[in-house]
């Protein structure tokens, strides 16, 4: 009699086992969350670099439609041509735009100024306009204690010493300047070693884009590499898409901004005009800083310029919501105003100033991420 078969199925893991493992989990779910809030600044910095060189890469291709050619070779005219317009803002117009930004910061200085005194005026307190300064007495402090004056003829008869400040004063106004000084250097260093790091990524990423996507779905199971190589496909269309338009926009936004202040004539339009078309990256919240940035310089150069400048804010809302972006962001991205405002200020709270830049191109990879997963997207091809 032949022995019974065995039963295929494995037998059933044990009740501690699975306690264990779902422990694990739990514990690797939380030091994931962990790395990602301690390291955020890094991961935004990447993030960056990665929608630098999905840039440099769309141009390459807008490129090719009109002179054809190898990759490399369209790639490194684009480089070329950045790099010689930033040259020449920098050679040409450099002293401009230094010039400008100098007025235009006293411009605004003196406005909040302006502004203040005029709330003051009308009962309302203004002291979060005051530089958060406070002098507050050593704690060791003595109390002075009072000397009789002294007679006429001995303040007459005293030889007359030079008022030379203490060492411990000089040391002390030392520390204080080279202290300055070093938060001012690192905070210069990190800036540009920021925008380094960024622009060496990108170009990097965009030097051989196949490379780093191979890469990618070499993480991913066989069976799944067909549907991740679509989901990345997608996601890089969407961003190359989304970020012409958006330079387009902002090209657009700055040449009208800086036409229109310098025939209103207000100080600075060179410089207004630029950082009205750098702010235009940042949906919502970068059009309305740089509205009021725009009014602000206007100030003081009469009641006339100050509705013109608010009439021209106007046109550029119009022009950026009605016209630029549903006609340019048409086929990259559709994200409903309310999401996007609301992404914005819960990725500012979190991330700061990273968070609030990025907020849109984040919200879009996770657009197209979600609608792969659900099945509810069609594919782009790329």
């Not at 317009?85 to 930004?101: E, F, N, R």
């Not at 502004?115 to 958060?132: C, N, Q």
């Not at 067909?226 to 926009?249: C, H, P």
């Not at 060179?270 to 509205?291: D, R």
């Amino acid at each position: 009699m032949t022995a019974a078969a065995a039963d295929p199925t494995p037998p059933p893991r044990s009740l501690a086992w699975s306690i264990a493992m779902g422990g694990c989990g739990i514990v690797a779910f939380a030091a994931l969350l962990g790395l990602v809030w301690y390291s955020a600044t890094t991961l935004f910095l990447i993030f960056a670099g990665i929608l630098f060189g999905v840039f440099l890469n769309a141009l390459s291709h807008l490129l090719s439609r009109l002179i054809g050619g190898p990759y490399l070779l369209r790639l490194a005219m684009v480089c070329v041509l950045i790099t010689g317009i930033l040259s020449g803002v920098v050679v040409l117009g450099g002293a401009t735009i230094a010039q400008q930004a100098s007025a235009l910061t006293a411009t605004l200085r003196s406005q909040v100024g302006t502004v203040k005194g005029f709330l003051e005026r009308r009962g309302i307190d203004t002291s979060f306009l005051d530089p958060a300064i406070t002098l507050t007495p050593a704690p060791n402090a003595t109390t002075t204690i009072p000397v009789a004056p002294a007679s006429t003829s001995d303040i007459t008869n005293r030889p007359k010493t030079p008022d030379f400040p203490s060492a411990g004063t000089i040391a002390s106004g030392t520390t204080a300047l080279l202290g300055q000084t070093a938060r001012i250097l690192l905070g210069v260093f990190g800036t540009v070693g920021n925008i380094f790091v960024v622009i060496l990524l990108g170009v990097m990423l965009a030097l051989q884009p196949e490379v780093y996507r191979n890469g990618l779905l070499a993480f991913v199971p066989a069976r799944h590499s067909a549907y991740a190589a679509s989901l990345i496909d997608d996601i890089a269309e969407t961003l190359r898409r989304w970020l012409l338009g958006q330079m387009t926009t902002m090209s657009v936004i700055f040449l009208i901004a800086w036409i229109g202040l310098s025939i209103i004539g207000v100080p600075g339009a060179l410089v207004l005009g630029f950082q009205a078309g750098l702010l235009t990256f940042i949906p919502t919240v970068g059009s309305l800083v740089a509205g009021i940035i725009i009014v602000l310089a206007s100030l003081g150069s009469g009641w006339t310029a100050v509705v013109s400048a608010f009439g021209l804010y106007l046109m550029l809302q119009f022009l950026e919501g009605n016209i630029l972006t549903p006609l340019i962001q048409r086929h990259a991205i559709n994200i409903p105003p309310a999401t996007l405002f609301a992404s914005q200020i819960f990725l500012g709270v979190l991330f700061g100033l990273w968070g609030l830049a990025l907020a849109l191109p984040l919200i879009a990879v996770i657009k197209v991420v979600l609608k792969h997963v659900y099945g509810e997207g069609e594919h782009v091809p790329a």
